[in-house]
């Protein structure tokens, strides 16, 4: 019997025939902005953050396509509403605002000024709780978390010794459970033998309850742990990586941000992180209008995957992970990206789906 490698490395193989690479084409007459605002979350364009990432995206953007680019810091949340009316009142025509907390003040702004268009990152643009549909000039970019969760979940499996693997998660809710599912669905496809433990939290900013997690799971043998769960699941990877377990984080590269690009201790037990590439959404958001706007999709959300480059898997950075494993884990993303690798989880909701 051909083991999953074997048939990853078929496929990858077979597809080289006959797959082609669309060209980027920008329709620069067709645009419909010329010019670019952002508005973060609380913090600022270089703190490693979504912040950061859709900084970054929106510099590609304004770079490559010509677009005037100007952004506004958040310091405090009472200042959302009044930073995207800084942005309107100054005459740009798109502007982005990062994190689910500032969706409120952002829908409010899309209704009162529908000839701007509005793109909110990791926000859930819908009906709202009278039934009133979302403005059409706002879309909200979400992520395939279980993609990134199978990845992390089949590196946990090739590199655990011990065949017991653990996740401290946030709250539950859809994009956390998304996270857990994938992980451990990612395992099973490696190690359907493998044992998994996890736990979800009523927090995501209480590291001391992340740590007290991770080092019950070391407790029960788990030799690789994921932190899915904002501070909380940075907790437990910070308190893991220093008891000399392997680690791996989500939404960005962990290596740089919680453990200090090398810095903290254990930061040679990262793995990876199951990376949200918010800076390809907010570019890939931002042609949409420059093209014209036929794939803007206002008044929903843009689902950005392993596909679209939305997902994906940072180094192993100071890490051990051997070179064939990282090369058997592009096979993967490529076979998530192609449709041929399924992660068995509802994409919205993040529960599990009917084998």
């Not at 990791?122 to 279980?146: I, K, S």
């Not at 008891?243 to 990262?270: C, L, M, R």
């Not at 592009?330 to 599990?352: F, M, Q, R, S």
Request: hydrophobic letters at 40%.
């Amino acid at each position: 019997m051909k083991s999953k490698r074997t048939i990853v490395s078929l496929l990858l193989l077979a597809s080289a025939a006959f797959s082609v690479v669309p060209a980027l084409t920008v329709s620069a007459q067709d645009s419909l902005i010329e010019n670019l605002c952002l508005v973060t979350d609380k913090g600022k364009v270089n703190d490693g953050t979504f912040n950061q990432f859709a900084h970054d995206g929106a510099v590609r953007a304004s770079e490559e396509f010509g677009l005037n680019y100007d952004y506004i810091e958040t310091v405090a949340e009472t200042d959302y509403a009044k930073n995207i009316d800084t942005c309107v009142s100054e005459g740009y025509k798109a502007i982005i605002t990062v994190g689910f907390l500032i969706a409120d003040a952002t829908r409010a702004a899309a209704i009162a000024h529908p000839d701007v268009y509005f793109i909110g990152v990791d926000q859930f643009v819908g009906p709202d709780a009278d039934g009133n549909a979302a403005p059409t000039n706002w879309v909200g970019l979400q992520f395939r978390e279980d993609q990134g969760g199978f990845l992390a979940g089949a590196l946990a499996a090739q590199m655990s010794e011990s065949g017991i693997i653990a996740g401290v998660y946030g709250i539950d809710i859809p994009p956390v459970r998304k996270f857990r599912n994938g992980f451990e669905n990612g395992a099973k496809f490696i190690n359907p033998d493998i044992t998994i433990l996890g736990t979800y939290n009523d927090s995501f900013i209480k590291p001391d309850v992340g740590g007290a997690n991770a080092n019950q799971f070391i407790g029960e043998g788990a030799d690789v742990i994921l932190g899915a769960g904002g501070l909380t699941g940075s907790g437990g990877i910070l308190t893991a990586a220093a008891a000399g377990v392997y680690v791996i984080g989500v939404d960005q590269d962990e290596y740089n941000t919680t453990f200090g690009g090398g810095t903290s201790p254990g930061a040679d037990k990262v793995i990876t992180s199951a990376v949200k590439r918010v800076d390809q959404a907010v570019y890939l958001s931002v042609q949409t209008l420059v093209d014209g706007g036929a794939d803007f999709n206002g008044g929903g959300i843009a689902i950005f995957s392993a596909e679209n480059g939305g997902i994906g898997f940072a180094p192993a950075h100071d890490s051990d992970v051997p070179e064939e494993v990282t090369e058997y884990m592009n096979d993967i993303l490529i076979g998530l990206k192609h449709g041929w690798i399924e992660t068995g989880v509802d994409p919205v909701t993040g529960d599990l789906l009917p084998e």
